[in-house]
């Protein structure tokens, strides 16, 4: 079990998701799934309410990110 002193903010869940995604080459969801079971061990509120609601924030940006990428791309290859 990973020992936490303090509670993450929300760049470090965004870093640590995108690290899995890059690394595991997986999708937004399939982070979020591995990081529930290793980090959180199946229990998202084990580190607290507030640790979950910045993790819960870091999914959402990341979200919202990823859809803006999609939008971006698209708009650039349009004819």
């Given at each position: 079990m990973i020992k936490h002193t303090k509670?993450?903010?929300v760049d470090y869940f965004?870093?640590?998701l995108t690290l899995v995604m890059e690394l595991r080459e997986y999708t937004l969801q399939e982070a979020i799934d591995f990081m529930v079971k290793t980090y959180f061990c199946n229990r998202i509120e084990l580190?607290?309410?507030k640790t979950k609601q910045q993790f819960e924030k870091a999914i959402q940006q990341l979200s919202v990110k990823k859809i803006d990428c999609h939008s971006d791309s698209n708009s650039r290859f349009r004819l």
């Open positions: 509670i993450q903010n965004k870093t640590y580190y607290g309410l």
